[in-house]
């Protein structure tokens, strides 16, 4: 069973421009979610979705962040209009059940020129 | 959201075994206490979690108070694989709540 997979690992963007992340959960998982880690602190939850549905954005930023999981497909992380501060560690998690054990992908590494 | 509390690191020889303390006096009685871990530059792996009663799997064992005010992740020998940084986490609604853990570091 393959776990939890993330791409692309390392992504470049010049501010202004647009990211995308993307999350391919363990086989049988329905449940998704998202965190944040700035250099040298710890991971911060963004978002958790299951199919088609966004249950907890409360640690999603107000503006140009996005998150869906459709119902085919791996889950998407955009965010509009980078800035120098998006440069962070995207990491992706997924579980057959909430709540439960968590299972992490490799991660993103976003870094905005 | 519940507050964890851990020393910022800690040391331990190979082969001994390492006891990473944490506090989570504000936890409800509803959470459960998490424990992961997080090697350099990967993202972290699951190793135990509990809610009342003390917990053993392969990887290590969890130790609770009886009031749930802290908890002890032990691993009974460390080995040099054991170097992360441990992370004590309350699960909360469905999220997992991250502090900034506690540096192991394992010397041979």
């Known amino acids: 069973n393959a776990g939890v997979m993330q791409n692309p690992r390392h992504l470049v963007r010049r501010r202004g421009q647009e990211a995308r992340l993307r999350c391919s959960p363990m086989?049988?998982?329905?449940?998704v979610y998202w965190y944040r880690q700035l250099p040298e602190e710890g991971l911060k939850f963004m978002v958790y979705?299951?199919?088609?549905?966004?249950?907890?954005e409360s640690g999603m930023p107000k503006e140009r962040f996005s998150a869906e999981f459709p119902k085919e497909g791996p889950s998407i992380l955009r965010i509009q209009q980078v800035v120098r501060g998006d440069s962070a560690a995207y990491f992706c998690?997924?579980?057959?059940?909430?709540?439960?054990?968590?299972?992490f992908g490799p991660g993103t590494r976003l870094t905005v020129t | 959201d519940a507050k964890t509390t851990q020393p910022n690191s800690m040391e331990s020889n190979e082969e001994e075994p390492v006891h990473l303390p944490c506090n989570h006096s504000?936890?409800?009685?509803?959470?459960?206490i998490h424990w992961y871990r997080q090697l350099p530059s990967q993202g972290p792996e699951y190793v135990i979690h509990?809610?009342?009663s003390n917990v053993n799997n392969r990887m290590a064992s969890l130790a609770i108070a009886e009031d749930r005010k802290s908890s002890t992740l032990i691993l009974h020998r460390a080995t040099l694989r054991d170097a992360a940084v441990y992370y004590c986490?309350?699960?909360?609604?469905?999220?997992?709540?991250f502090g900034a853990g506690t540096i192991l570091r394992v010397k041979s």
């Open positions: 998690a997924s579980s057959p059940q909430a709540p439960g054990e968590q299972y």
């Open positions: 086989k049988g998982h329905s449940h």
């Open positions: 979705l299951q199919k088609e549905n966004i249950i907890d």
């Open positions: 504000t936890i409800s009685g509803t959470d459960y």
């Open positions: 509990g809610l009342t």
């Open positions: 986490i309350m699960e909360y609604g469905n999220k997992l709540v």
